[in-house]
Nanobody, 121 residues
Framework: QVQLVESGGGLVLPGGSLRLSCAAS????????MSWYRQAPGKARELVAV???????NYADSVKGRFTISRDNAKNTVDLEMNSLNPEDTAVYYC???????????????WGQGTQVTVSS
């Protein structure tokens, strides 16, 4: 099995910054894309940012220029640096990864448990 564990959430003032981290562990041969999603109360889960195994990135329009996604393939980790936070960024943030558990094997999708980010004065 594979586990994704997020850390780094919390309460921050508008305009502030937070860094989220996600570590994947378990039976991993390789990880394709890694992503961050978020879900605000009463809203659908949405993609925030994605990074490929080759470090190509893509961002939701609402976070472009403010958030940066990065990964360490050797450590199987993905980070999300969030700057200029505003109350609309308040949500539970989830790590998501597409993992290959063995050579030439199929890929599997995994989610972390989520970490709360609250932006409020």
């Amino acid at each position: 099995q594979v586990q994704l564990v997020e850390s780094g959430g919390g309460l921050v003032l508008p305009g502030g910054s937070l860094r989220l981290s996600c570590a994947a562990s378990g039976s991993i041969f390789s990880i394709n894309s890694m992503s961050w999603y978020r879900q605000a109360p009463g809203k659908a889960r949405e993609l925030v940012a994605v990074i490929s195994s080759g470090n190509r990135t893509n961002y939701a329009d609402s976070v472009k220029g403010r958030f940066t996604i990065s990964r360490d393939n050797a450590k199987n980790t993905v980070d999300l640096e969030m700057n200029s936070l505003n109350p609309e960024d308040t949500a539970v943030y989830y790590c998501y990864a597409i993992v290959r558990r063995e050579v030439a094997g199929p890929t599997y999708q995994y989610w972390g448990q989520g970490t709360q980010v609250t932006v409020s004065s």
